[in-house]
């Protein structure tokens, strides 16, 4: 659905104020553009404007963003995007990665702050795995391991990464900080 205005001469726009019959939304596009013509006429030097409403910017993670930055520079960022998607295993099931990915690169985008997780040992009473290294983790009370940093907040690829996706994850806020 198109919206129009009125702009005058001097950049500002008309209101209708004043003009029961445009009160109503300038909306459906051929009433709004009959109507805003009438105004035009009326008022003299002034331009119409179609309005278009800004669309919400799509949420992406952060492996997301930096490839949506890397194909504003590229010749063909479609190719990249759908390079991106084809490469990544977590992309199997969701038939729309491109598409959203595409609107992301047209339309703007967010980036989505990954959702973090301290990661429960098994059979243990309050003990807690934390990362030691690209390659390891480690297990400690939860005192030991430091919940509140973040060498023990795993993201879901991390926790899929180390093997633990069979552990007992309580989500981490900003809050438990």
Same mark, same amino acid.
């Given at each position: 659905?198109?919206?129009?205005?009125?702009?005058?001469? @001097?950049?500002?726009?008309?209101?209708?104020? !004043? $003009?029961?019959?445009?009160?109503?939304?300038?909306?459906? +596009?051929?009433?709004?553009?009959?109507?805003?013509? &009438?105004?035009?006429?009326?008022?003299?030097?002034?331009?119409?404007?179609?309005?278009?409403?800004?669309?919400?910017?799509?949420?992406?993670?952060?492996?997301?963003?930096? $490839? /949506?930055?890397?194909?504003?520079?590229? @010749?063909?960022?479609?190719?990249?995007?759908? !390079?991106?998607?084809?490469?990544?295993?977590?992309?199997?099931?969701?038939?729309?990665?491109?598409?959203?990915?595409?609107?992301?690169?047209?339309?703007?985008?967010?980036?989505?702050?990954?959702?973090?997780?301290?990661?429960?040992?098994?059979?243990?009473?309050?003990?807690?795995?934390?990362?030691?290294?690209?390659?390891?983790? @480690?297990?400690?009370?939860? /005192?030991?391991?430091?919940?509140?940093?973040?060498?023990?907040?795993? +993201?879901?690829?991390?926790?899929?990464?180390?093997?633990?996706?069979?552990?007992?994850? &309580? &989500?981490? +806020? @900003?809050?438990?900080?």
């Amino acid at each position: 659905m198109s919206w129009f205005a009125v702009r005058d001469e @001097d950049g500002k726009y008309w209101d209708f104020e !004043g $003009m029961d019959d445009y009160r109503k939304p300038l909306s459906a +596009t051929d009433r709004g553009r009959k109507w805003a013509e &009438e105004a035009k006429a009326n008022t003299g030097g002034s331009e119409i404007i179609e309005v278009v409403e800004k669309t919400a910017p799509i949420a992406v993670s952060e492996a997301e963003a930096d $490839m /949506l930055e890397q194909a504003k520079c590229d @010749d063909d960022p479609a190719e990249l995007i759908v !390079g991106f998607v084809n490469s990544r295993d977590n992309y199997d099931d969701d038939s729309k990665a491109e598409d959203r990915l595409m609107r992301a690169y047209v339309n703007g985008y967010t980036v989505a702050k990954e959702k973090k997780y301290n990661v429960k040992v098994p059979y243990a009473y309050d003990s807690y795995f934390y990362k030691v290294d690209d390659d390891r983790c @480690d297990a400690a009370s939860s /005192l030991g391991a430091g919940l509140s940093h973040n060498r023990s907040r795993f +993201t879901e690829s991390e926790i899929e990464h180390y093997g633990l996706q069979d552990c007992e994850k &309580e &989500e981490v +806020t @900003d809050d438990d900080d």
